[in-house]
């Protein structure tokens, strides 16, 4: 078959993969609810109402529409066939094995796998020597000159094959040098590189790899994650501290021909052992479990009795548990054989993979656009329900002008300027409420700012000692972790005592002065408390016995420390945001009700003076008025027409929860 029949053929094998088929409805569901919500944005805007709180909640909901990601990582052992797997999953299309996979060339450093429109096709490698340096992997990212670019050419296969061999690259140093890049532990010297007759050592070349590749599922939004084994010595902390535990869904790999080693079982019980996480487990390699010597059945039960096994050594469901070959299927890609393709068993993994691959953050996405639609639709029904009501008071006004002298004119004038200076007393009871909402508002973000954090975090560093190794370590964790769940609770309660005051305030001026101010309820932080708990639990696995060796390996404290400060971080900022943007909400529906009374009391004022003037004004005025109103109503009703668009365009997302039926069955 000609090299380039082979490419098509794999090509066309690959682009009706199930996991791209849920991608494209992910990305049309994202790009359709985009299209909705700017239509919804643009009619608010034209009629001036959309304010700065709406304007912001609306623009962070688009923008995570249009960056929003799914991150598969794919965990295991050295050798287990993680890279072998990637390539039949993602790179089958072309035409060959692109990330390296063949014996003695193992991926040595952790790989993301993703697509960035702005940045070019390129390989970026992190140098081992920053691990030394005492920056974290998340602060690197940002700094391009920390990193070594290979450019990617995505027409050239065989050239791509080999700019990514660099991922295997090692170097050998001394074992001091070993120890400072936390390479070298004496206190586990089982897992310690080999020694060369020199004393130098071998360790990986890179800390870090990020492969930026235009393939269409990574064109999608797909980020996939390649791991080198994590109970290594020097295992990136990273991996095990953010990357994984925020993964959309986790393939765990293992050899069908040993099932799960004492290795195996020590990954799994210390970094996958949640319920929080998406897992699949993956019995790799069920071709070296070909005998001459026995029935096709006899084989097929053998890989049956290694699922079950699996499944109860790791506490699955046997359907989570799949047995394929990777090699057997980018082999049958490749060559475009369809029944080789289905023989390798990679079918149901990847029916299952496409049904979960709606993780929870997707579903909060989901759960966050609804909310800021009912949100803005409430907003600017109240603000058209206000202008509405002006109109009618106007109208009815002017209709008792009919006929009437210029004294009466005049009397009129006089009573709108004495309305005014009375409207204008509010404004004194307003700036005391402001000062007092504002004054609450910073005790409750107070508590919830990053000095706050760094307060607490090292305070808990201080309790626990320096590496983190003293006796009370884990009290000081898990004190600091009480603390903070207090944090969380005061600024609820806060919350709570901002909205009784805020509520009393606007019943009192809506009953005096004819406004419609309305206020939501403040923001649940329910969800916070369980990010922090998610937090809580990751973190705090590395207090014990069996994980001392890592915190005392140079580096990893720091970085702890720093990865935690850095979660936290996420959690309580995006919390005191909920908090300043309903806080904020509030005072702008109070600025938007003011202006709109001031403008109405100046149309008012001015109208009476044109009828002064020309009798012949005062009709045109009520006609004007009766066509604004018109107007009005008009604009209601569109808004309402594409509030409720961009609701059906969200929920559209529901048929993508359905997950496929057998989707975790073993072909017989």
Known sequence: MAAQDVFTTAAAITVQQPIAQRLDDLSAWRSNL????AQFSRAMAEQELLDGPDATVLSALRERLASDKLVLAFVAEFSRGKSELINALFFADTGRRVLPATPGRTTMCPVELRFDQGVPPRLSLLPIETRSQGFSLGELRVRDAAWTHVTLDPKDPGALARSLTAVTRTQWVGVDHARTLGLWSDTQPEDNPPQREDGRVEVPAWRHALINYPHPLLQRGLVVVDTPGLNAIGAEPELTLGLLPTAHAIVFVLAADAGVTRSDLAIWKEHLNEASLER???????????????TVAEVNAQVERQRELTARTLGVPVQRVFALSARDALAARVEGDIPALAASRLAPLEQALAGQLLPRQTELLLQSAQGVVQQLRQSAGRRLADRRRQHAEQLLE??????KSGGKLRMLAQRIDI????????????TALRTVQQRMLRTITSRLSSEALGVEVAAMQSAAGAKFLGLGAKAAFDSMFKRLRASLDHAEQQSAEMQQMLDGSFRQMNSEFGFSFALGAPPALAS?????????????RYFTLGQAWRMSSP??????????????????ENAASEIELWSKGASAQVDAQLRERRHGFTRRREALERVQAASGDLEQRITDLQRADEQVNVAQLRVEALAERAVIAANALAPAHQTIPGAGQVAA
């Open 419 to 430: 309305e005014m200076a009375d409207f204008e007393r509010c404004t004194t009871h307003l």
């Open 528 to 540: 916070f408390r369980q990010d922090l708990a998610l937090i809580e639990g990751s973190y705090g």
């Open 555 to 572: 580096g990893f404290a720091d970085q702890f420390r720093r990865l935690l400060l850095s979660k936290l971080r996420v959690v309580f």
């Open 398 to 403: 002017l209709r008792g002008l009919r006929g």
């Open 280 to 294: 699949f487990v993956v019995l790799n390699k069920i071709d070296t479990l070909a005998d001459p010597l026995a």
């Open 34 to 37: 985009d299209a909705s919500l």
